[in-house]
């Protein structure tokens, strides 16, 4: 495979990986700033229980911002530096969620999984295909 069709392979491969993200917390973060904590509790969301409503919803309002940086600032490419931001935001949030998992006992490979898909675009939009701003 030639340099340019490597560089295109991840381009695409990075791009597919920012949307698939930016579905999943989109709306994640929508489910969590727009149902009642009982509903969240209901649905399987555990921690809201241990949390405040406040907290529930600024992680929901996190999730959404995470979102949208991860493919806006890159689509439009203003401040396109703002997309693999947007990436280690979401890995934080995703160590976070890996550790409430773990101490509570429950399954934490989804979480493990989604740290290290917005870790390799925080890595890949910073050092190996960045968008360049307009």
Not at 31 to 38: A, L, N
Not at 76 to 101: D, E, F, K, N, Q
């Amino acid at each position: 495979m030639t340099e340019m069709k490597k560089s295109k392979a991840l381009n695409t491969s990075l791009w597919v990986i920012q949307v698939l993200l930016a579905a999943a917390f989109g709306m994640s973060g929508f489910v969590k700033v727009s149902s009642t904590m009982e509903q969240l509790a209901q649905s399987g969301m555990s921690f809201v229980n241990e949390y405040a409503e406040s907290t529930v919803r600024l992680i929901g309002i996190s999730e959404l911002l995470g979102a949208i940086g991860l493919i806006l600032p890159a689509a439009l490419r203003i401040m396109p530096v703002l997309t693999p931001a947007a990436a280690v935001g979401i890995s934080l949030i995703m160590i976070s969620a890996t550790g409430y998992h773990i101490s509570h006992g429950e399954p934490f490979v989804a979480s493990i999984v989604l740290f290290l898909l917005a870790a390799f675009v925080a890595w890949g939009r910073y050092r190996l295909a960045p968008v360049q701003p307009k």
